[in-house]
């Protein structure tokens, strides 16, 4: 299941994620985007995903160099998952 954070209009999946934030299960993503390590880096796209039957925020940064970075956290705890950098 995906849920589309991006601010495109509103949808069934952006309005359950939205619920999710609101009742607390997930955080929300401003708080994610305040993290120390997302400093200078561009979001292009952010995602909230059930993967493995967790929920999880996947972003999509730039970096000052021009390189895509897509990196995965926790949706509840915010914990990092890990990344991949697109050519």
Same mark, same amino acid.
């Given at each position: 299941?995906?849920?589309?954070?991006?601010?495109?209009?509103?949808?069934?999946?952006?309005?359950?994620?939205?619920? =999710?934030?609101?009742? $607390?299960? /997930?955080?929300?993503?401003?708080?994610?985007?305040?993290?120390? *390590?997302?400093? !200078?880096? %561009? +979001?292009?796209?952010?995602?909230?995903?059930?993967?493995?039957?967790?929920?999880?925020?996947?972003?999509?940064? =730039?970096?000052?160099? $021009?390189? /895509?970075?897509?990196?995965?956290?926790?949706?509840?705890?915010? *914990?990092?998952? !890990?990344? %991949? +950098?697109?050519?």
């Amino acid at each position: 299941m995906l849920y589309d954070i991006a601010p495109a209009g509103a949808s069934d999946d952006h309005d359950e994620a939205r619920e =999710l934030r609101d009742s $607390g299960e /997930v955080m929300p993503l401003s708080g994610l985007l305040a993290r120390p *390590e997302l400093d !200078g880096l %561009r +979001v292009l796209e952010a995602d909230l995903e059930r993967k493995h039957g967790r929920m999880v925020y996947e972003l999509e940064l =730039l970096d000052a160099a $021009g390189r /895509v970075d897509k990196r995965y956290f926790d949706a509840i705890s915010g *914990e990092p998952l !890990g990344n %991949r +950098v697109e050519d």
